[in-house]
């Protein structure tokens, strides 16, 4: 005797064994290459010599910020891109400053 259970998991085994098709013709183009994903997770270490909380470096690191990129967009664009309050972002922008003409001025 075949319980309701029984016949409800054959259903299932047999659904799941059809093989997934996917609507792009070409599945492959579609996910991001492993040359682009490599550029996203290259870091700018010139952050490290501003002088903020190791925390916010590693975050403006991860978000993909450049030293160039604070300060070219300035402490609102860093605001809203990060999600923190402006006078963190204006105390970030103001660091990076000091420390890139602390470095041109050591040259």
């Not at 860093?78 to 602390?102: C, H, M, P, R």
């Amino acid at each position: 005797m075949v319980s309701n259970l029984d016949r409800d998991n054959q259903r299932m085994e047999k659904k799941t064994s059809e093989p997934i098709i996917f609507a792009t013709k070409d599945f492959q183009s579609s996910l991001p290459s492993q040359a682009s994903t490599n550029i996203t997770n290259v870091k700018d270490e010139r952050l490290e010599l501003v002088e903020i909380s190791k925390g916010l470096i590693e975050i403006l690191q991860d978000a993909g910020f450049t030293v160039e990129r604070i300060l070219e967009n300035g402490p609102s664009h860093i605001a809203a891109i990060l999600g923190i309050d402006d006078y963190v972002a204006q105390i970030i922008f103001n660091e990076t400053k000091k420390a890139t003409s602390n470095i041109t001025s050591n040259l």
